[in-house]
């Protein structure tokens, strides 16, 4: 019967990968009826934790957006790339990379990859090293952010073992930062070079092409909104107080002594708050004074491009968690006796089972909330777990998620592509050279440090 319902859960996970945007969360809620009353079982709690925290952040995001405070980072980053053209293949994930673990999302990204094609370009340097590399950069950042959605999963899931955020961020940082490296060294020499690449030579022979590469060499210039540095300042506060309330407990607020006192969803028996509770008040708060002090409306918010990336998210995490952690609930005995045995052995093999479920859920909070909770009931241990947290950065593998189709749109060469067997596309590579390096060096990093 457990074979049936793995069948009917990849079933559903693959049509909606294929649907993309919110296509995984309703194929979810398919196979959660198909779970219900076609098999008789009972559903597990929906991940509410997970998908208010993905709202809170992008959305605070997405106020910064609407002040200007994007277009502001986007002018820091675009000085940096156009100051060191030669350097793109480095600094383009660098900096991608350094947007994304500030934001907490890989959709922040969008804004960057126009300008590195762009430089990449002008100094004939094949983009799809800097390409291909910026967005495996922007996946890495989420399991390294203080305020991603995937991090707030991991200590939501690890909490109740000791664990800390700073034991997360002490780890992922430092972690997918030398992954990211090694796969900026892999992809430095990659491909031919634009003058010997047979297809960027054909397309050139066009004129119309050519003079739409070489652009009119003019810089569009630059309006800096009444608000934009303000909304930089506070969201950057906001990411600095979930960072000091995450690594110091004792900063937040006890109720446990208060009369009348009742745990509930934000605040556990003890009468702590809990930790993905003070995200989502951190960050929607930081949304009200953005609004507030930088010269922008509510109005304006709910309008940006990346609180539609919100919605997206949420509705894709609520179904497709709800349907996998129902079917991991109600059949844990038998995924525990048949694993249980082979992770005890060989415990790397739990790294390969994480990057193949974010392979097909497209996230990385959803892999944690789905396979976390069963790698601490193999025995992992907590720091483990840490350790090979970037395993989860698996959604490159297959070419489907929006960051990838982005990165190939602005390539105007060519040259980042998705190949003619579907999986041998530009950020295959990168991406399993640089996972891989992020998961060695975080078993390294948290053998030291934890």
Not at 441 to 449: E, P, R, V
Request: glycine share 10%; aromatic share 10%.
């Amino acid at each position: 019967m457990i074979l049936i319902q793995l069948l009917v859960l990849l079933f559903c996970i693959f049509l909606g990968a294929r649907m993309s945007g919110i296509g995984l969360g309703v194929m979810g809620m398919i196979g959660l009826l198909i779970f219900m009353f076609g098999f008789g079982i009972q559903p597990a709690d929906p991940p509410l934790e997970v998908m208010l925290i993905i709202l809170s952040v992008v959305t605070a995001a997405a106020a910064l957006q609407a002040a200007g405070g994007m277009d502001y980072l986007v002018q820091i980053a675009g000085k940096i790339l156009r100051k060191n053209p030669k350097q793109i293949t480095l600094l383009g994930p660098l900096v991608t990379y350094a947007f994304v673990l500030f934001a907490g999302t890989a959709h922040i990204s969008y804004s960057i990859m126009p300008i590195i094609a762009e430089v990449a370009i002008k100094n004939r340097i094949r983009p799809e090293r800097a390409m291909s590399m910026s967005v495996t950069a922007a996946h890495m950042a989420i399991t390294a952010s203080p305020v991603s959605a995937a991090a707030a999963a991991l200590l939501t899931v690890l909490g109740a073992s000791g664990v800390q955020l700073a034991d997360i961020l002490v780890v992922g940082i430092p972690s997918t930062l030398v992954g990211v490296m090694v796969g900026i060294l892999f992809v430095w020499r990659r491909g031919k070079e634009l003058s010997d690449d047979p297809e960027f030579q054909e397309r050139i022979k066009d004129p119309v092409f050519a003079t739409n590469l070489e652009g009119t060499g003019k810089t569009k210039e630059f309006i800096l909104a009444p608000g934009a540095i303000k909304s930089v300042v506070i969201f950057g506060l906001a990411v600095v107080a979930v960072v000091v309330l995450g690594s110091f407990p004792t900063f937040l607020p006890e109720f446990g002594d208060k009369p009348g006192f009742s745990p509930g969803f934000a605040v556990n028996e003890a009468g702590h708050v809990l930790m993905p509770s003070m995200i989502m008040i951190v960050m929607l708060a930081a949304t009200g004074f953005i609004i507030l002090f930088a010269n922008t409306t509510a109005a304006a918010v709910t309008k940006a491009s990346l609180f539609a990336s919100a919605g997206q998210a949420t509705i894709a995490v609520f179904g497709v968690v709800w349907m996998s952690g129902t079917f991991m609930e109600n059949n844990f005995e038998v995924i525990q006796g048949t694993l249980g045995e082979l992770v005890s052995s060989y415990p790397w093999s739990f790294a390969i089972a994480l990057f193949m479920l974010s392979m097909l859920l497209y996230s990385q909070a959803s892999t944690v909330k789905a396979l976390m909770p069963l790698g601490l009931a193999l025995g992992l241990p907590p720091a483990y777990l840490i350790g090979i947290f970037p395993a989860c950065n698996g959604h490159f593998f297959i070419p489907g998620y929006p960051t990838l189709l982005t990165a190939i749109q602005f390539d105007r060469t060519g040259t980042t592509r998705i190949g003619k067997y579907v999986l041998n596309h530009s950020f295959m590579l990168p991406g399993l050279v640089t996972t891989t390096a992020s998961v060695l060096a975080g078993l390294l990093f948290h053998s030291i440090l934890l």
